[in-house]
């Protein structure tokens, strides 16, 4: 099959992933463990199976000045990412958190033309505005299936920091991932990672009465460490070395249908009419976004 392909069906299969483990985590916190403490969990972990996968993985040295970026993109796409997710996603609902994710592809959009200097042409920008607006109205709107929980809206917040961190990781890390294996890449990665959040989360971890969890609280547990972190990362490295970072950032917007679908069957959620109208407007900003421009002689392709 080829490798194009191939990157393709593991940017869809980290959308499904993600999707699921919306609910997934809301199910283990904050009742289990507050979002920081599972934050320390699911990296520590997950730098623990990197640097195992790592010895079977070809040998690679990093370069000393390529420390300083896996740092920065470390915090920007392990720890300002993580933490502002799962502390939004504790206080907003599972599909008005994947629903502000999809604003992610318009924000990769927006850095790409900033850092990247990529050129922007009217439809694009038309898109932008037409997907904030969407995110807008999800972030002011979006909760009031949830009219008793009054962090509803700093919930939605927060997930959009989140979004706009992983947008902006996908920008830092695609000269990183081109250079280095994936594996090797990702274990230094979160290596950072743990580095960063363990003073934000320890004290959270602490507080954990372990002896009050059940086999399927431990079972969520080992998703999101095992399939939502290590899996999905992976799955994204091996991407963004096949397609371009704006391509990868498109599947984004799948992870609401697999949310809704898995929340609204797991009876954890439900729609309203705001999530109908903010996904048909980021769902609109995105297909402008997305859309290719017009071929010209001098067009060159711009995924590998």
Not at 120 to 135: M, P
Not at 136 to 141: D, G, I, K, P
Not at 288 to 303: A, E, G, H, W, Y
């Amino acid at each position: 099959m080829n490798l194009r392909y191939i990157a393709l069906l593991a940017a869809l299969m980290t959308s499904v992933i993600y999707g699921i483990s919306f609910t997934v985590s809301k199910e283990v916190m904050p009742e289990y463990i507050k979002p920081f403490g599972f934050i320390v969990i699911r990296v520590v972990l997950a730098t623990v199976l990197f640097w195992i996968a790592g010895i079977f993985a070809p040998k690679q040295k990093i370069e000393r000045k390529d420390f300083i970026k896996i740092a920065t993109v470390s915090f920007f796409g392990i720890a300002l990412n993580m933490l502002a997710f799962f502390k939004g996603l504790s206080y907003t609902s599972p599909i008005s958190g994947s629903v502000i994710m999809i604003i992610s592809p318009i924000l990769v959009l927006i850095m790409s033309a900033v850092i990247l200097k990529e050129r922007l042409i009217k439809r694009r920008i038309l898109g932008i505005f037409v997907g904030l607006g969407g995110a807008l109205l999800l972030v002011l709107y979006g909760n009031s299936n949830d009219t008793d929980n009054p962090d509803a809206l700093l919930g939605n917040f927060l997930v959009f920091v989140n979004a706009a961190s992983y947008s902006y990781y996908f920008i830092l890390a695609k000269p990183l991932i081109t250079k280095y294996n994936p594996v090797n890449f990702a274990k230094w990665l979160y290596l950072f990672g743990s580095i960063l959040v363990i003073p934000f989360g320890f004290m959270e971890l602490t507080e954990v009465d372990w002896s009050l969890m059940q086999q399927e609280t431990l079972l969520n547990i080992g998703f999101v460490v095992l399939f939502t972190t290590f899996c999905t990362y992976l799955f994204n490295l091996f991407a963004l070395t096949k397609l371009k970072a704006t391509t990868v950032s498109v599947f984004v917007y799948m992870q609401p249908i697999f949310a809704s679908i898995y929340a609204i069957s797991q009876g954890k959620d439900s729609l309203n009419t705001a999530h109908i109208f903010a996904t048909l407007l980021i769902f609109g900003g995105v297909i402008l976004v997305s859309l290719p421009p017009k071929k010209t002689t001098n067009t060159i392709s711009t995924d590998k």
